[in-house]
């Protein structure tokens, strides 16, 4: 009799038990239930434009035209446009470019998308994207249909279909957003705009926000992939593009947190022991001048948001240096540093004794002696040259000009002969590294460059640095040759991560993907964005660990 009890207790418990879990399941799905949510949803999203209004990202969209390849069915980059600027939403989408060096290469850019799309597509195409809907997201306008809950990453979400309440609505956000459960703010969309009269140029897009501190989501990244209808049972891919919003703090609130510190003054004075003596030679003098012009450019660059702070990736650069360094018996000084342009443009260049490579560049990069050939290359300029440049920057004055015109006010490209010299050094430095038996991926890396130079021009055109990439030589390599399953070219966003909010970088921890087929290799081209959200509280981590984007091959 206890037995069946026992048994008869555990059934009801069994049953309660799958009740509750039924109902928490299911949190939205009485009437009043889910117009309160919606009701909070709405409330937040409201508020979330208004907090955007007072911010000016910067915003890069790079755009990819595809082909199929008729063997395989592989999508391959068949041209591409790229656009850097900034943006003030405190007047809707108004964007403006920051203009390349002498030159007409965004305009271009920005004449030839809207042709290809319609009339002012960029600025209010992607960008758009930022919003679901910034003219009536309510109610009255939209239907909502709960889905189920969802894990993105760390942050359990609620997951909507929404619709326009009108049929024919122009402009209305149709697709699926997911909530965060906790303040109802949406940290993902996912779907295009109704209404266009072309069905081509209805853009289906992915939009992501990460959290950046409390009741603080920023929209960082956006995915779009658009198809034209040849047949009923076919679909060719038109294009692929990525949009990248950073550079909302611009460096103020660390600034602000270090003018804000208390300073102990000490009993003594500070002595710098690295100087023997009070006075500096000749030679020190100048040294110290050439860094403080190298300095005060990457201190403008940085403020503008286009140079990242220091960080982890810089040491990862330095220590290749380091390595390239010692096998050579090479002491420069002062010590060559290194720091990332945030760009998703392959390209590198040097300034003095500092070494700047793209984050576009350390994304595709495949491997170490990858880098360890593109930072030789750097410091072969920086040997033969001496690192001379101009110095006409050590005077602050020279730097104060508006943001948006950095790109016109730099250029660290070099001339041919230059270029020459420093490439013939670049190899002498990898005959003599720890790299010397592992440079075949390399030379396989700026081959592929090479053969994509026609069709992705717009990525590897420089915006201030070196377009000579593609012509580096590894002359290195021992001869033999990487098999054909090596992956010679990551994807765009395939190693470094972007912190939206203070600009900083970190290296992708992935796990490894095992076997990659030649579809799934996708050298510099664009992939979705799958982010691993987490949410940053007061005492939380910082917020350049929201998130990671996950890309295959990486």
Known sequence: MRTINFFLFVLVA?????ASLAAQERPVQTAGALEQVVSKVIARENQEMSVLRQRFPLVETYIQKVRVTEKGGNWLPDGDDYFIGRADLSKGLDLESLAA???SRIGRALISVPRFFGAEFLPKGFLQMIYLD??????????FDYVRREFLGEVRTLVFDVSPAKKGAKGRFVGRIWVEDQDYTIVRFDGSYSGHDDANLKFHFDSWRVNAGPNLWLPAFIYSEESIASNPFEKAPLYKAETRLWGYDAGQSRQEQELSQVLIESASHVIDK?????DLSPVQEQRAWNRQAEDNIIDKLQKSGLIAPKGEVDKVLETVVSNLEVTNNVDLQPEIQCRILMTSTIESFSIGHTIVLSRGLIDVLPDEPSLAAMLAKEMGYIIVEGGKFDTQYAF????HFDDTKAFQHFDFARKPQEDAAASSKASELLKNSPYKDQLATAEMFVTELQARSREIPNLISPRIGDANLIKLPVAAQTGENASASHIVALPLGGRVKLDPWDDSLQLLKTK???TVTDREKMPFEITPFILYLTRVGSEGPKASEVGASSHPGS
Do not use: E, I, M, W
């Open 512 to 514: 490894p993907v095992g």
């Open 274 to 278: 690295t100087q023997q003596d009070s």
């Open 396 to 399: 602050y004055d020279r730097l």
């Open 134 to 143: 910034n003219n009536g997201f309510d109610t009255q306008n939209y239907k």
């Open 14 to 18: 069994a049953g309660v038990c799958a």
């Open 101 to 103: 060096r002498n030159d």
